[in-house]
């Protein structure tokens, strides 16, 4: 089983900076996918940033240059780094895994259903 714990998030304004983090608890696959999506009140959710066991990142063109996926293995922690935030970076941000490593270079790596496991998310509120 495989849990997934999201911390981080808060208030900023626009212009500033978040760090979301998420803890990975359970068996750790050697092999795996894994993702940021974020949802805003009254929209679907979305896809941020991938990272692949294979090596890959991928991000949303709407967020490129300003946030950047990375992990800590040791820590069997993700993280997004959020610079440059705007007003519609305001949503809830989840953090989900899968066993598959090829999300990335099959293209489906924004795709809800291809992961099995998420967590709860954690509120970013961009302020100007």
């Known amino acids: 089983q495989v849990q997934l714990v999201e911390s981080g998030g808060g208030s900023v304004q626009a212009g500033g900076s978040l760090r979301l983090s998420c803890q990975v608890f359970?068996?750790?696959?050697?092999?795996?996918?894994m993702a940021w999506f974020r949802q805003a009140p009254g929209k679907e959710r979305e896809g941020v940033a991938a990272?692949?066991?294979?090596?890959?990142?991928s991000y949303a063109d709407s967020v490129k240059g300003r946030f950047t996926i990375s992990q800590d293995n040791a820590k069997n922690t993700l993280y997004l780094q959020m610079t440059s935030l705007k007003l519609e970076d305001t949503a809830r941000y989840y953090c989900?895994?899968?066993?598959?490593?090829?999300?990335?270079?099959?293209?489906?790596?924004?795709?809800?259903?291809?992961?099995?496991?998420w967590g709860q998310g954690t509120q970013v509120t961009v302020s100007s």
């Open positions: 359970g068996y750790i696959y050697s092999t795996y996918c």
């Open positions: 989900a895994a899968d066993y598959y490593p090829h999300l990335i270079v099959d293209e489906r790596w924004e795709a809800e259903s291809e992961y099995k496991y």
């Open positions: 990272i692949c066991s294979d090596g890959r990142t």
